[in-house]
């Protein structure tokens, strides 16, 4: 299993359009970036490829790493930069099959697979698939686990990717705070590779309008706010589900400089062989 970060940052990415904050000009500087969200899983096995997420930044991130088009695709949630680069495979895919959870959002009145059909009704070669949480489906040779996490209002899904010749396994966090619920951990748990969002570092929370949650036993928050978790929630996560090893996406610009390139936070590009 190939995993290739194609897109590592949050809903504005880093540089962030128009910021000179001095975490943006870092990375102008390094030459360093983080698109939104998007991540690339290759079965070299059965040479198909599985893309998590739809990025608006997919024209780019295709243009600029070494991986094929994908077979098939999953979506974690609704928020635009997980699923409005969906619009890019028109003319570039004769078929894809998308797979959504199929749960209702008490919110919308309609699943993440519904809310892309109605969003995309005019993309006639793809094929929506409802898959229910916690039930495992075959995308691309590779078994593949929805799971609930916590990202008000909306419903969001982690997953959990095995090969199931290899054993190879890769969990993906989502969009979450720290309170992932016990049964959807169980089903991430013992990655060999985890990625964990982590918007902010903890000392940020105190800019929040309602601060921090989910305390370590020092008071240190694990969540940013009530959608999102900390560098050091998604540190904390990665140890309490063993994960062989813990990478953080899903980052903004609000790291201080001296921080937002430093070991776990990940960088679009990153290649890892499972």
């Known amino acids: 299993m190939r995993v290739t970060l194609l897109g590592t940052g949050d809903t504005t990415g880093t ?3 128009g910021c000179d904050c001095e975490t943006c000009l870092a990375a102008r500087e390094r030459g360093i970036e983080r698109t939104r969200f998007s991540v690339h899983v290759e079965n070299e096995r059965t040479g198909e490829s599985l893309l998590v997420d739809f990025s608006p930044d997919f024209r780019h991130q295709f243009l600029t790493r070494d991986v094929p088009l994908p077979d098939e695709a999953l979506v974690t949630h609704i928020h635009f ?10 003319r570039l895919l004769d078929d894809l099959a998308v797979h959504a959870a199929d749960e209702v959002d008490p919110v919308t009145g309609e699943s993440v697979a519904d809310a892309i059909r109605s969003k995309f009704a005019y993309l006639d070669r793809i094929s929506v698939e409802d898959q229910t949480p916690f039930e495992s489906f075959r995308a691309c040779g590779l078994d593949v686990t929805f799971v609930p996490v916590v990202h008000p209002p909306l419903v969001c899904y982690g997953v959990a990717i095995e090969d199931p010749e290899t054993g190879a396994k890769l969990s993906l966090s989502g969009d979450s705070t720290y309170a ?6 169980d089903v991430l748990r013992d990655p060999d590779l985890l990625l964990a969002e982590a918007i902010v570092p903890a000392s940020v929370c105190e800019y929040h309008p309602i601060g921090g949650d989910d305390h370590d036993e020092n008071g240190v928050a694990r969540t940013f706010g009530t959608k999102h978790m900390t560098r050091e929630g998604a540190i904390a996560l990665g140890e309490e589900l063993n994960a062989g090893e813990t990478r953080l996406v899903h980052v903004a610009h609000f790291y201080p400089a001296d921080e937002a390139f430093e070991e776990p936070l990940a960088v679009d590009g990153e290649v890892y062989e499972l």
């Open 180 to 185: 992932i619920p016990e049964e959807s951990r």
């Open 81 to 90: 930069d997980h699923l409005d680069g969906l619009g890019n495979v028109y």
């Open 15 to 17: 540089p962030t359009v």
